[in-house]
């Protein structure tokens, strides 16, 4: 059953309604508030004085593994660089033998190197307090920028003993606006650092942009400023850092449509395409981050550093077959051992890489609209190592929390968890959290479709246009739904439809505003042979492979008139 959800009438009232606003003046007063540089944020101008005070000293840089940490840490160094400062470097966790943020580990390599600095964290920190006590107590000073939530200690928030901590979105009313990422905290930072010199800000703005929509921020106030101007920056090699410039640059190599990212680059393209390439170097190396930030912090011609970029391309599509042969071996498992009502689906799959378990997590509960949490094997062979992913409304931190007693460490949010388990208490672990997650329905909304918007065929071209100047769409703000009725069938290269694809799944149709394609949807079309009105559920966008442009439906659903 197709149902209409919220009462849009049009993309217009869709769009603004998204964005929590009246009218699109209300929008254009972010861009006013922006470059008049007044988005408050706490602190910041005092973080930035303390800085000042080491321009001759040592400074630290600790970020993280993740594209966001990756793009915080590199906004950071090439801000202080082209500021001046001469004694900087930076320290990424590494992502298997140590995880997430600052640890005692790093503070001990600081301290053997040297005996006094500052140390600034970048999208970790806030809940890292041993690491940074331990700092302090050797006599370093602290900058934390960060958004994630503090620690706790049965309930109660630690304080952390840093100088200074940054983060409005564990502190209200701390900053106008509460929704930045670590890259657009550092952004924010830097900006002042470098006296708002628009040449030098405007390349770190399309970081800012790549890690505000690579860690699914919500692209509303000054997040949409910034990911909507980094856009438009970042196609010319003169506004953006070489090393971006040229990942972008070979992205239609490395794409099934070919398509031109610096002609016509999106939010969707950061998300799915150049998000993911810089998150695979460390998804499959303990310190690949570190390869990714020499790339995009590199100074010089775009063209001498292709070959770097290029490896970043092999090295996604290395993760992707690996991906790919893990999603098929999970589903063999589901297939064989599921009922089709518990949840959460809790998988181990040996020799898997960690470094894709979140992915395939990811994959699994979208498709079987489930709670999933995935495992393999660790460096400890008495431990397996998982990531978990929500579906619906399901809280994966908090039922982790319910069942921590069988858990050797974990951490996340509502929507997704990492985990390390003793494999002698992986089934009691997997019983404990389907038993406390029993309230969760599997099925429950299987047989409702939504979509937000009906357009009738003919409006394809014109919505598609609309929807080019409305980007950027993302957290908060997606693409909507249509529901396209009349799509009239004609005949193409003498054909009314073209079944393709590996395992011929795919089905392409074709009308004269626009051609429609179906994703394992080929079935229901083997056997038709003449025109057909259908009416479509899905989105609607321009196909750009190489030069050609074509109107296209990308329909998930179908009715026949």
């Known amino acids: 059953m197709w149902k209409k959800r919220g009462s849009y009438k049009n993309l217009d009232e869709y769009y603004l309604g998204n964005l929590g606003v009246a009218s699109y003046d209300d929008i254009n007063n972010w861009f006013v508030k922006h470059y008049a540089h007044n988005y408050r944020i706490d602190r910041l101008d005092e973080a930035v004085e303390l800085a000042k005070k080491y321009k001759d000293k040592a400074i630290r840089i600790i970020g993280d593994y993740d594209a966001d940490g990756i793009e915080s840490t590199s906004i950071l160094y090439l801000g202080f660089k082209w500021a001046g400062y001469k004694n900087v ?101 830097t900006e002042i650092l470098l006296d708002y010199d628009k040449t030098k800000t405007t390349k770190l703005l399309t970081l800012a942009a790549v890690g505000t929509v690579a860690d699914v ?106 991906q790919t042969n893990a999603i098929e071996t999970a589903k063999e498992v589901i297939e064989e051992n599921w009922d089709g009502k518990t949840a959460p689906l809790v998988l181990y799959l040996p020799g898997v890489h960690e470094g894709i378990l979140g992915i395939i997590a990811g994959q699994i509960a979208e498709s079987y609209k489930v709670p999933c949490f ?79 918007i009906e357009i009738n065929a003919s409006q394809i071209p014109d ?22 009725k009349n799509f009239e069938m004609i005949r193409k290269f003498g054909n009314y439809k073209q079944i393709m ?24 079309f083997k056997f038709l042979d003449e025109p057909k009105t259908l009416d479509f559920l899905g989105d609607v966008e321009d196909n750009r492979y190489k030069d050609n442009v074509t109107h296209q439906v990308k329909f998930i659903d179908y009715q026949m008139h």
Request: hydrophobic content about 35%; proline content about 4%; overall charge negative.
């Open 89 to 189: 470097k930076y320290r990424i966790p590494k992502r298997f033998s140590e995880g997430f943020g600052i640890n005692e580990t790093i503070i001990d390599e600081i301290i053997d190197e040297i005996d006094e600095g500052l140390i600034i964290t970048c999208d970790n920190g806030l809940a890292q307090t041993k690491a940074i006590k331990k700092a302090k107590d050797h006599g370093f000073e602290v900058i934390i920028l960060d958004h994630h939530l503090p620690e706790t200690d049965c309930g109660l928030v630690i304080d952390s003993p840093a100088d200074i901590v940054i983060d409005p979105s564990a502190y209200p009313d701390t900053a106008d606006f509460s929704g930045y990422c670590g890259a657009g905290l550092c952004y924010k930072f």
């Open 374 to 452: 995935v495992l393999s094997d660790s460096e400890d062979p008495s431990k397996m190592k998982g990531s978990a992913r929500s579906y619906g409304d399901y809280n994966v931190k908090e039922n982790m929390d319910n069942v921590s007693r069988y858990l050797f460490v974990y951490g996340g949010h509502t929507g997704a968890g990492g985990l390390t388990v003793e494999k002698k208490n992986f089934e009691n672990f997997k019983k404990a959290i389907q038993e406390v997650s029993k309230d969760f329905v599997v099925g429950e909304d299987e047989d409702i479709q939504y979509y937000d």
């Open 501 to 524: 694809g590996k395992d011929m799944s795919t089905v392409k149709l074709f009308s004269k505003n626009a051609d429609a394609i179906g994703i394992h949807l080929a079935e229901g």
């Open 463 to 484: 919505t598609i246009k609309k929807l080019d100047s409305l980007e950027p769409f993302g957290e908060g703000n997606p693409r909507p739904v249509f529901c396209i």
């Open 217 to 322: 921020m919500e692209i509303r106030e000054e997040n949409y400023v910034i990911v909507r101007n980094g856009l438009k920056y970042m196609k010319n090699f003169q506004t953006t850092v070489p090393g971006l410039y040229a990942i972008l640059s070979l992205a239609s190599e490395n794409t099934k449509n070919k398509k031109d990212l610096l002609k016509y680059v999106t939010s969707t393209d950061i998300g799915f395409t150049i998000g993911p390439v810089i998150n695979a170097a460390s998804r499959m190396d303990d310190v690949g981050a570190n390869y990714v930030i020499e790339i995009l912090t590199y100074e010089g011609p775009y063209e001498n550093i292709l070959e770097s970029v290029k490896n970043l391309y092999d090295v996604n599509n290395m993760r992707k077959e690996l």
